[in-house]
């Protein structure tokens, strides 16, 4: 397939860009900085895009088949995070114009206010408050997603994330905003960057999480 891919650079995109190439997709990494995605392949092409402009990235999105994004944006103190929904809105409005329908987007447990009181003691009451700025907008965008009616999005969430490489573990999901276990508790708090960007990658040959989201875990 042919794969656009947003947030190439960061952890969880190399690992994404990577695993496709592997699996003998054509990549073109979307980046703010060429100079920070250390790969080279016959079939990747980097280019350097505004990812806040829908003319900046509808050049880019023409002829692809899925649009991938692993896009972050880091805890700020100072002023709101906006990021992901503005980021948001201008790649479903480049789609449109490029005529691409198919968008696989990553999040976080918990974006849902609600959803994390069953989480432990710590989780709750200081990392999620920590990163409620993040986790607020990761929502913002997942509402407009449901609102989107003309495209085909899939949203994954995973919990925290450890910088390892992809596993032989099975991937758990769950429609929602944790996957639970048999209790109804949250199971698991960690999932190695590498198996998201192998579940990423799973959904292009499956309809399973069509304008759904869903959370993941390895256990």
């Given amino acids: 397939m042919k794969i656009a891919v947003l947030g190439a650079t ?14 003998g997709h054509v990549v073109t990494a979307i ?9 080279h392949h016959d079939n990747l092409k980097v280019v350097e895009a505004d990812i806040f402009s829908a003319d900046s990235l509808k050049s880019h999105f023409k002829g692809q088949d899925v649009i991938m994004s692993c896009l972050g944006f880091p805890v700020t103190f100072f002023s709101t995070v ?12 480049a789609m449109r114009e490029a005529r691409v329908n198919k968008i696989i ?7 849902e206010p609600n959803s994390g009181t069953q989480s432990s003691y710590l989780i709750r009451f200081l990392l999620l408050p920590m990163i409620r700025g993040i986790l607020s907008n990761m ?27 992809a ?6 999901t769950h429609e929602g905003y944790f996957v639970p276990d048999g209790s109804g508790n949250p199971a698991g708090s960690a999932i190695g960057r590498g198996d998201v960007a192998r579940f990423m990658l799973s959904l ?16």
Avoid: C
């Avoid at 960061?10 to 699996?23: K, P």
């Avoid at 929502?139 to 490489?165: A, C, H, S």
């Fill in 10 to 23: 960061g952890q969880t995109g190399q690992f994404l860009v990577n695993q496709a190439l592997q699996q």
């Fill in 31 to 39: 980046v703010r900085n060429p100079g920070k995605l250390g790969v």
């Fill in 82 to 93: 906006t990021g992901y929904s503005t980021s948001m809105s201008s790649m479903i409005s």
């Fill in 105 to 111: 987007t990553m999040t976080s447990w918990y974006t």
């Fill in 139 to 165: 929502y913002e965008m997942e509402q407009f997603l449901q609102k989107t009616e003309d495209i085909n999005w899939t949203v994954v969430r995973p919990p925290g994330l450890k910088n390892l490489p």
């Fill in 167 to 172: 596993s032989a573990e099975e991937i758990h």
């Fill in 204 to 219: 292009l040959n499956s309809n399973a999480w069509v304008k759904k989201g869903v959370a993941i875990t390895t256990k």
